[in-house]
Each structure stands twice: as C-alpha cells, then as structure tokens.
C-alpha cells in the first residue's frame, strides 16, 4: 500500500512538472513507468493525473477565461485551434492505435532530441507578435495542426505549440499563453476519451485517485506560474539542453 501511494506521488509529480513545460509529460510518464517498473498507473489514475493538470489550468487562468464571455474572437481562435487535436484524438483512440505509440523508447527517444533542436532553431529570433493583435484565423488552425504531432510521445504538446506559435513570430510569452490556453480542450478532450475507455473496465474509486489529482493539481499549477515568469526573462535553451540529455540517455539505454 505504502509503496502504491510512492508510485502515484511520483507519477503527479512527473505529470505536474511536465505536462506544461516543453519536454513531453506523456515521453516522462512513460519513461518512469518502464525503466522503475510500476505498477499502480491505470487508466483511472491516468485520468486523474490529467484531471489534475486539467483543474490548475483551469484555476490559473480562471479570470481571462472568465473574460472569454466579451471576448468572442479569442474565444472562436481558441475553438478553431482544438478541432485538428481533438478530431484526430478521436480516430487514433477509435482505432486504437494508442498502444502502438506508447512505451516505445526509442520513439521518446528520437522525437525528444528532433523536435528539442526545432525548439531551438524557432525560438533564436526575437519576435514581438502578440495574442491580443496579432493572433488569427490561419495561424490559430495551423498552430492546431502542428499540435496534432504532440500525439506521438516525446514531441511535447506544450513544445511543438510554442515552437507553432514561435514560428509565427508570437513574443515568447504570448507563445506560450497560446499554449496553456490550446491546452485546456485538448487535456480536456483527451480526459473524456480515456474516461470512456475506462468506463468500460471496472474501477473502484480509491484514495490513489484523490491523491494522483492534488498532487498532479498543484505541481502543475506552480509549474505554470514558474514557467511564465522564467519565459519572461529567459530563453528556452535549457529545456532544449535537458531534451538533448534525456535523449542521450534513452539512446544509450535502448543500445546498450
């Protein structure tokens, strides 16, 4: 029981840390849970660790949400930007094609160090775009579109968003606003798609799943608060850095 509880603290927190910060929650997830061999993750718990990141977003952002009611071109972009994601969520899940993509090492491995140096190359210029001018019809789909790629672990839903949105020569922090708003339908659709599957298995709610969600709750919630002060101030270099020695290390791992 005691070590269950471990496993789950651990899993929130990878979760917590990492679904907002350009480095790929679902590559750490599966990273953690193969190489240190756990087994208290189920799909109930993965919900919850999504529920949890779902809820700090949420809260974080609560007020421009709020705000969303006398905004309603942000609100029809934010819209129109999680259609591709959520449409081809639904037919990889559909035709569960899911399992092909998880607990491939070498798959984390390869999209970790390619889509790391594309981070790198989109954020060397210095652009001034901002949300509030600047964010269209086109740019919105097509920075959905790229986030279609954030299904294949190792990618980084939050790391090929600020790379779309860099692309388009949004400022760093409005990149990354992009991001964490873009995240909220897509975790959210996501967490309805696993929440089916795991309605059809028998489940028992437990206190794993009430400690997976706060934990997951507020790492997540600080990492977002720690992320967008540090993007003000600072590149996105040591997470390309980080990304390039997590691959490294998956490289020797799966060839040795």
Same mark, same amino acid.
């Given at each position: =029981?005691?070590?269950?509880?471990?496993e789950? !603290?651990? *899993?929130?927190?990878?979760q917590?840390?990492?679904?907002?910060?350009?480095?790929?929650?679902?590559?750490?997830?599966?990273?953690?849970?193969?190489?240190?061999?756990?087994?208290?993750?189920?799909? =109930?718990?993965?919900?919850?660790l999504?529920?949890?990141?779902?809820? %700090?977003?949420?809260?974080?952002?609560?007020?421009? *949400?709020?705000?969303? @009611?006398?905004?309603?071109?942000?609100?029809?972009?934010?819209?129109?930007?999680?259609?591709?994601?959520? =449409?081809?969520?639904?037919?990889?899940?559909? =035709?569960? /094609?899911? &399992?092909?993509?998880?607990?491939?090492?070498?798959?984390i491995?390869?999209?970790?160090?390619?889509?790391? $140096?594309?981070?790198?190359?989109?954020d060397?210029?210095?652009?001034?775009?901002?949300?509030s001018?600047? *964010?269209? #019809?086109?740019? !919105?789909?097509?920075?959905?579109?790229?986030?279609? /790629?954030?299904l294949i672990?190792?990618?980084? @839903?939050?790391?090929?968003?600020?790379?779309?949105? @860099?692309?388009?020569?949004?400022? @760093?922090?409005d &990149?990354?606003?992009?991001?964490?708003? /873009?995240?909220?339908?897509? !975790?959210?659709? %996501?967490?309805?798609?696993?929440?089916?599957?795991? $309605?059809?298995?028998?489940?028992?709610? &437990?206190?794993?799943?009430? !400690?997976?969600?706060? #934990?997951? #709750?507020?790492?997540?919630?600080?990492?977002?608060?720690?992320?967008?002060d540090?993007?003000?101030?600072?590149? /996105?270099?040591?997470?390309?850095?980080?990304?390039i020695?997590? &691959?490294?290390?998956?490289?020797?791992?799966?060839?040795?």
């Amino acid at each position: =029981m005691f070590s269950n509880i471990i496993e789950i !603290i651990i *899993l929130s927190i990878v979760q917590g840390i990492s679904e907002f910060l350009p480095i790929s929650s679902s590559a750490h997830l599966n990273i953690v849970e193969i190489i240190f061999e756990f087994n208290s993750n189920s799909l =109930m718990i993965d919900v919850s660790l999504h529920l949890g990141s779902l809820l %700090a977003i949420i809260f974080y952002f609560r007020r421009e *949400l709020l705000d969303l @009611r006398n905004n309603q071109t942000l609100l029809s972009l934010l819209i129109i930007g999680s259609i591709p994601i959520v =449409m081809a969520g639904y037919i990889i899940s559909s =035709m569960g /094609l899911v &399992s092909l993509l998880e607990n491939n090492l070498k798959i984390i491995a390869w999209t970790t160090l390619i889509f790391g $140096i594309i981070l790198y190359l989109a954020d060397k210029s210095k652009f001034d775009k901002k949300i509030s001018s600047n *964010l269209n #019809f086109k740019t !919105i789909l097509y920075i959905g579109l790229f986030q279609i /790629l954030a299904l294949i672990p190792g990618v980084s @839903r939050a790391g090929i968003t600020i790379t779309a949105a @860099r692309l388009f020569r949004f400022n @760093r922090f409005d &990149s990354s606003k992009i991001s964490f708003l /873009l995240a909220i339908p897509a !975790i959210a659709g %996501a967490s309805v798609l696993q929440l089916k599957n795991a $309605i059809g298995q028998s489940f028992e709610f &437990s206190y794993l799943i009430l !400690i997976s969600i706060s #934990f997951s #709750f507020l790492f997540s919630y600080f990492t977002v608060k720690f992320f967008l002060d540090y993007i003000n101030k600072f590149s /996105l270099n040591v997470f390309v850095i980080y990304r390039i020695i997590i &691959s490294i290390i998956l490289f020797i791992i799966i060839y040795n």
